[in-house]
């Protein structure tokens, strides 16, 4: 089965093809993202109407880029699939009515995808994992620790209490001046940075339960530039490097509690841990999961950088394993804002 995926969640404009073989193997056919940084940069957002011109501008391009990127007629594509939340309703709405209108001129199934959904099932394209798994979604606005048994089927263990991880990184950003989107520019500077410099709060950790906490990590984060003001650009690599390494603690920290319940609860004797979501492209945080997996005797999958951040292909994939379970919906499904998993 080949899918088309159109995702406009937020203020990437993407496109992506998959096949998906009747064993569950997924292929890549194309993968088309436009990032709309400039748009949105003097602006130190994401801005929502912005974002959903923006979307109109590029998402008929990137369709077109996807398709020729594919090496197929249009008219091989089994089914159109488009991210229909949750997300600012704007962009939603471009991507599932452009979605919409490509499946009902081709004659073509339509699935309407949870974009956390999508997330949550890139591990079983790129590493082909089997149900159930544990997963560690991280991004700009969610962070989750989901028990994963089926396309559909999620139980959430944790989540934060206040910013998600995503939030943390872009927020620190835009407190040391790095601009936005804020966690590759921490990344690149924590590069340099001793992270051993700045003792910052690890908060709920040590206490039960697998939630988050990160506000609290922010405002040490700004006492601590406050303090050592003037910042060099030492100073702020230091800085980035003290709060990578303690989120990188932090969830490793969670993960590896999470997999110990998941192995008491699932009789798994190895379990999967999967990270998903933005932040999953972090390296620290990739190295730091690898290691709790390890520790706790499961083993780690993290999908490749161009399918961490917002993508189509993730979209297909997950319109893919839907369709194989006959979950096709109506052209007259909505967008949602808010959509839980
Ligand atoms: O999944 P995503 O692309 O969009 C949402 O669904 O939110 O995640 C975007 C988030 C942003 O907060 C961005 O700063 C963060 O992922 N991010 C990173 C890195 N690359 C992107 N955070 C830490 N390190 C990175 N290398
Ligand atoms: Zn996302």
């Not at 560690?136 to 089927?153: E, F, K, M, N, P």
């Not at 500077?189 to 051993?196: E, I, N, V, Y």
């Not at 699932?266 to 972090?282: C, D, I, K, R, Y």
Request: with cysteine.
């Amino acid at each position: 089965m080949i899918v088309l995926g159109i995702e406009t969640s937020c203020d990437e404009t993407a496109a992506g093809i998959v096949r998906r073989d009747a064993d569950g193997a997924g292929t890549v056919l194309s993968n088309v993202v436009r990032a709309q940084l400039e748009d949105h940069a003097p602006y130190g957002g994401v801005v929502p109407e912005i974002a959903a011109r923006a979307h109109v501008a590029l998402l008929d391009r990137v369709v077109a880029e996807a398709v020729s990127q594919a090496g197929i007629p249009l008219a091989d594509i089994d089914a159109v699939a488009a991210t229909t939340g949750p997300g600012l309703v704007g962009g939603l709405m471009v991507g599932a009515m452009t979605g919409k209108a490509i499946a009902f001129a081709a004659g073509k199934p339509f699935v309407a995808v949870n974009h956390l959904e999508a997330h949550a099932l890139t591990a079983r394209l790129t590493d082909h994992v089997a149900f159930p798994y544990l997963l560690l979604l991280v991004s700009g606005g969610h962070t989750q620790i989901l028990a994963v048994r089926g396309v559909g089927d999620y139980e959430r263990w944790g989540t934060t209490i206040d910013d998600a991880l995503g939030e943390a990184f872009d927020k620190t950003a835009k407190l040391l001046g790095l601009g936005h989107p804020g966690g590759p520019a921490v990344e690149r500077a924590a590069a340099s940075g001793d992270a051993t410099r700045f003792t910052l709060p690890r908060p709920l950790i040590g206490r039960a339960g697998l939630d988050f906490s990160f506000a609290g990590l922010k405002t040490a984060v700004r006492l601590a530039a406050e303090r050592a003001a003037p910042l060099s650009p030492a100073d702020v690599a230091d800085l980035c490097a003290s709060f990578q390494a303690t989120v990188a603690g932090i969830v490793a920290a969670r993960a590896r509690d999470a997999l110990v319940r998941f192995r008491a609860e699932t009789g798994v004797a190895e379990p999967v841990l999967v990270v998903a979501g933005g932040v999953a492209a972090n390296g620290a945080i990739r190295s730091a999961l690898q290691a709790a997996a390890a520790q706790a005797g499961g083993t780690f999958v993290a999908p490749p950088l161009a399918l961490c951040g917002d993508n189509g292909v993730m979209v297909a994939w997950a319109g893919a394993e839907r369709m194989a379970l006959g979950l096709e919906d109506g052209l007259d499904v909505p967008v949602r804002a808010r959509w839980p998993l």
